[in-house]
């Protein structure tokens, strides 16, 4: 539409024809594709598949790449980082304590604290137990050398393909941990806060992804009523 509408002006304003036909018109803006994240089943095969790595590794080196993998891609469903980021992190931005980690520079430059949770930080203590290298960066190749985003990507790929998941690339994670934040009774501006958004946009498309039931189930786990009559939601 757009080349058309340049078209047409540029034959007017050389007075080739008297007026823009399309002049006026308005389109409306395609709906964008649904956006998908990795389901319950599809994380379950992911983690049975790095378990097992980790079981018959045959070297110090191939466990520490096992035991890295299962990491990783806890840490990016319990944090929603993204790509960038996650491969930005080094190991002086953990708390191994609390499990808080201090992204320093995220997008636009802003920096957040994001949270592991109990599982996703377990498992980053077994691979900084059997991690090889001496680099300050956190994610390291077999090299021992740090990971690349683009490196990040291709073996969470590599991990997708060996499980018969359709690759979705590493955003999806970020997909999946904003909607079940949702559908653990989140708002939307605490999903904005935690995702390092600069505006509502991305964390209403997110939200769009719920259907009736998840909201249903949500109310009963977070009823608000039960919550100022001072009532246990658990």
């Known amino acids: 539409y757009a080349t058309l509408r340049h078209f047409f002006s540029w034959l007017q304003r050389e007075r080739l024809i008297l007026e823009n036909p399309v002049e006026g018109i308005r389109l409306k803006r395609p709906k964008s594709p649904p956006m998908k994240g990795y389901t319950s089943e599809e994380v379950a095969k992911l983690m049975r598949l790095c378990a097992l790595d980790f079981r018959v590794a045959p070297t110090k080196k191939s466990r520490a790449i096992a035991a890295r993998n299962e990491a990783l891609v806890l840490a990016f469903l319990s944090t929603g980082l993204r790509l960038s980021e996650m491969a930005s992190l080094l190991l002086e931005d953990l708390d191994l304590e609390t499990g808080e980690v201090m992204l320093r520079k995220g997008k636009g430059g802003k920096g957040r604290r994001v949270g592991l949770v109990k599982e996703a930080l377990s498992s980053l203590l077994r691979y900084l137990r059997h991690r ?35 690759p979705k690339g590493c955003h999806a994670f970020r997909r999946t941990w904003a909607t079940e934040l949702f559908r653990a009774g989140a708002g939307i501006r605490q999903v904005q806060i935690l995702g390092g958004w600069t505006n509502l946009e991305m964390p209403h498309r997110y939200s769009q992804m719920l259907s009736e039931d998840d909201a249903i189930q949500s109310l009963n786990a977070h009823n608000p009523l039960s919550r100022l009559l001072g009532r246990d939601t658990g």
């Not at 090889?132 to 956190?138: A, D, F, P, Q, T």
């Not at 390291?140 to 997708?160: F, M, Q, T, Y």
């Open 132 to 166: 090889v290298g001496e680099s300050s960066h956190l994610w390291l190749n077999e090299e021992g050398r740090p990971l690349k985003p683009s490196g990040i990507a291709s073996l969470v790929d590599r991990l997708c393909q060996r499980t018969g998941v359709k």
